[in-house]
T-cell receptor, first 113, second 112 residues
Framework: DTAVSQTPKYLVTQMGNDKSIKCEQN?????MYWYKQDSKKFLKIMFS???????INETVPNRFSPKSPDKAHLNLHINSLELGDSAVYFC????????????FGPGTRLTVT | GNSVTQMEGPVTLSEEAFLTINCTYT??????LFWYVQYPGEGLQLLLK?????DKGSNKGFEATYRKETTSFHLEKGSVQVSDSAVYFC???????????FGTGTLLAVQP
């Protein structure tokens, strides 16, 4: 059984388009995260939700909008895609807002052309 | 602010060689320390953790000891296998932050 799943796995799109990435976890966790991993493998947190409430919002362009319809889902919508948005986006989950043991999804490789 | 510094890779070893990947941290308070591993094409997995000074985390033959005096959490394995080839991330949580702070990752390539 997949614990944290993301769709799609690959996403290729053109500049200016709007796209969404979906994440679901079946671990019963109450906190979910979005991370961005750049081409040099540097990993940085973008957002975190606890019980559907936004608790971490890093310095991310407002073209990125997370949405958490329930505790098990956290989606990421990106407007007006730019070349610099190309990266691998990882969803993760943990139990508790101060949960440091995080479980990661397989990642979504976004390529903007 | 809190930060993690890892040795740059890639680290290339022959099978059965001894592995050390250095990690040092800067943090206020008493953070917890972690090593995560990312196999090719996959997400990160927690490899081991230590929550207080002098704790030793261990898993799958890997070990790391939380050294407060040297602010270090070096990853070691006595005999690496080809299947250990992956990117290894040192991370910290706590102190003045409620976020996992990752190092830049170290690519390990083990050759048969």
């Amino acid at each position: 059984d997949t614990a944290v799943s993301q769709t799609p796995k690959y996403l290729v799109t053109q500049m200016g388009n709007d796209k969404s990435i979906k994440c679901e976890q079946n671990l019963g966790h109450d906190t979910m995260y979005w991370y961005k991993q750049d081409s040099k493998k540097f990993l940085k947190i973008m957002f975190s939700y606890n019980n559907k409430e936004l608790i971490i919002n890093e310095t991310v362009p407002n073209r990125f909008s997370p949405k958490s319809p329930d505790k098990a889902h956290l989606n990421l919508h990106i407007n007006s895609l730019e070349l610099g948005d190309s990266a691998v986006y990882f969803c993760a989950s943990s139990q508790g807002a101060s949960g440091y043991e995080q479980y990661f999804g397989p990642g979504t490789r976004l390529t903007v052309t | 602010g809190n930060s993690v510094t890892q040795m740059e890779g890639p680290v290339t070893l022959s099978e059965e060689a001894f592995l050390t990947i250095n990690c040092t941290y800067t943090a206020t308070g008493y953070p917890s320390l972690f090593w995560y591993v990312q196999y090719p094409g996959e997400g990160l997995q927690l490899l081991l953790k230590a929550t207080k000074a002098d704790d030793k985390g261990s898993n799958k033959g890997f070990e790391a000891t939380y050294r407060k005096e040297t602010t270090s959490f070096h990853l070691e394995k006595g005999s690496v296998q080809v299947s250990d080839s992956a990117v290894y991330f040192c991370a910290l949580y706590g102190g003045a932050t409620n976020k996992l702070i990752f190092g830049t990752g170290t690519l390990l390539a083990v050759q048969p």
